[in-house]
């Protein structure tokens, strides 16, 4: 063990070397493009180290290795007060892109979590090799060396999982207030999809129906793989808006296609049937509020990196939230075929169904929910209440409940029940005779969802809420 930690110790203290090193060439070049033109921007000095500064700093690199590790460190504090003349109260960021490479690619699973070590955790399996969840790459140390220096540090990558944060977190070995996940990203609403692709490209004349639009909202690139699209299709003697609809089917399409192979290899990895579930709830969800319910996130599935879902935060957690529709129409798709619980698929066509005959907006879907709920009701009629799944796993439920079946064969308000009125004096008649077989929707404000008899002894009342974190 101890062996281990001295090796762990000295591949991390030969990463930390090369990693000032490389940071001393950039605030090298820095400095000499401000001593160039003191007012430089940020934009400017990108342009630069594209334009053959990778050659300059390549450069600075090799005559730098000839010196002592202690004399780079010297160098880095003398050079960090020349930057500050220049910046005159501007902050650096290091961007650290494609971070991932650094955690896969280089050193990976060479290393072991700095968390480990210093607490003394047993980092071996008893074959003698290290703990995968203890494994870390060259993105450990990387980071622990980048946040030492006056600069903030901002880490990102295409494959970058905001799961492995922690890969980052430990390394430093700071409080968890210093750093932020940043899960806010721009994203493109239907009014937004024709000015974008107006900017690009000339669709004067041309028309994009708003359905098309909704189904191209979330990613910008949604938008612009049309442009792709229709390079795709060269010259055509169709009219402009017919090219246009060619393309956007062909886009959506593409896209599709491309959340479809994620959606399938979750499902297929999904034995215990966890995926299949959530993602059945998550459909449900965006068509009551249009991906504005989380879930709360699983720690061994990562949806963020298999572009599903996007990260919210919520308090001090951070939720799941899928409110793309292409993704939602491709889950739902791809449960059916994947033969989903058949429950959820009775439940779907359902709802569907009364979302089209009510023609409910977003803001309005609360009474169809309820809606399916009662109707779904009805398919457990015969059922022991102690079988029903919403109580079967409840302790302690009282002995009547082990005898008493489900019977709900109508479901109204009092008027709907035959009752003069929807009123709270209607609602007390219904209670008064306690009529079995007949689920009543109260008109009260501070009502129930819904209230039915067994007997004129035992009675049930509902409460319908979707199981998850709205915001």
């Known amino acids: 063990m101890d062996d281990i930690r001295k090796y762990d110790s000295q591949l991390k203290f030969l990463a930390s070397e090369r990693v000032e090193l490389e940071f001393l060439a950039r605030q090298l070049f820095l400095e000499l493009l401000f001593r160039k033109n003191s007012q430089i921007t940020p934009e400017e000095f990108f342009r630069e180290q594209i334009n053959e500064g990778s050659i300059t700093i390549g450069r600075l690199v090799e005559n730098l290795r000839q010196y002592h590790p202690q004399t780079i460190r010297n160098m880095l504090k003398h050079v960090g007060k020349d930057l500050q003349t220049f910046l005159n109260g501007r902050a650096?960021?290091?961007?650290?892109?494609?971070?991932?490479?650094?955690?896969?690619?280089?050193?990976?699973?060479?290393?072991?979590?700095?968390?480990?070590?210093?607490?003394?955790?047993?980092?071996?399996?008893?074959?003698?090799?290290?703990?995968?969840?203890?494994?870390?790459?060259?993105?450990?140390?990387?980071c622990a060396t980048l946040s030492d220096m006056s600069a903030t540090l901002v880490v990102l990558g295409t494959s970058l999982t905001l799961m492995d944060a922690?890969?980052?977190?430990?390394?430093?070995?700071?409080?968890?207030?210093?750093?932020?996940?940043?899960?806010?990203?721009?994203?493109?609403?239907?009014?937004?999809?024709?000015l974008l692709l107006g900017k690009i490209i000339d669709i004067s004349d041309c028309e994009i129906p708003p359905e098309k639009k909704r189904r191209l909202s979330g990613r910008f690139r949604f938008t612009t793989s049309i442009v792709n699209e229709i390079i795709k299709g060269g010259h055509s003697r169709q009219s402009k808006q017919a090219i246009l609809d060619e393309a956007i089917e062909s886009s959506i399409k593409h896209s599709k296609d491309l959340i479809r192979i994620n959606v399938q290899k979750l499902l297929v990895s999904d034995k215990a049937g966890m995926i299949k579930h959530l993602f059945s709830r998550m459909v449900i969800a965006d068509k009551l509020k249009s991906g504005k319910i989380a879930f709360a996130q699983l720690?061994?599935?990562?949806?963020?990196?298999?572009?599903?879902?996007?990260?919210?935060?919520?308090?001090?957690?951070?939720?799941?939230?899928?409110?793309?529709?292409?993704?939602?129409?491709?889950?739902?798709?791809?449960?059916?075929?994947?033969?989903?619980?058949h429950d959820y698929l009775e439940y779907l066509e359902q709802f569907n169904s009364i979302l089209n005959n009510l023609g409910a907006t977003s803001s309005s879907r609360g009474q169809p929910f309820e809606l399916l709920v009662y109707r779904s009701l009805k398919r457990f009629n015969g059922y022991l209440l102690k079988d029903l799944p919403f109580l079967k796993d409840i302790k302690n439920l009282p002995e009547w409940c082990k005898n008493t079946t489900l019977n709900v064969t109508k479901v109204g308000t009092a008027i709907e029940l035959g009752y003069d009125n929807d009123n709270a004096q209607s609602d007390l008649e219904y209670l008064k005779e306690s009529p079995p077989g007949r689920l009543l929707i109260p008109t009260n404000v501070t009502r129930p969802d819904g209230v039915s008899f067994f007997d004129h002894q035992y009675g049930l009342t509902l409460a319908i809420k979707l199981y998850s974190t709205p915001f």
């Open 92 to 142: 650096l960021v290091i961007a650290l892109d494609e971070a991932h490479i650094a955690e896969t690619d280089i050193m990976h699973g060479q290393l072991i979590s700095p968390w480990a070590i210093t607490h003394n955790m047993d980092f071996l399996e008893r074959n003698g090799t290290i703990r995968s969840d203890l494994r870390r790459g060259f993105l450990t140390p990387l």
């Open 166 to 194: 922690k890969h980052v977190y430990s390394a430093i070995s700071k409080p968890d207030d210093r750093f932020v996940k940043v899960t806010s990203f721009p994203s493109c609403d239907e009014l937004q999809v024709g």
């Open 299 to 341: 720690e061994e599935f990562d949806f963020v990196n298999y572009a599903l879902c996007a990260l919210r935060k919520d308090n001090d957690d951070y939720h799941w939230v899928t409110d793309e529709p292409i993704v939602v129409e491709v889950m739902e798709e791809e449960l059916e075929r994947s033969g989903a619980d």
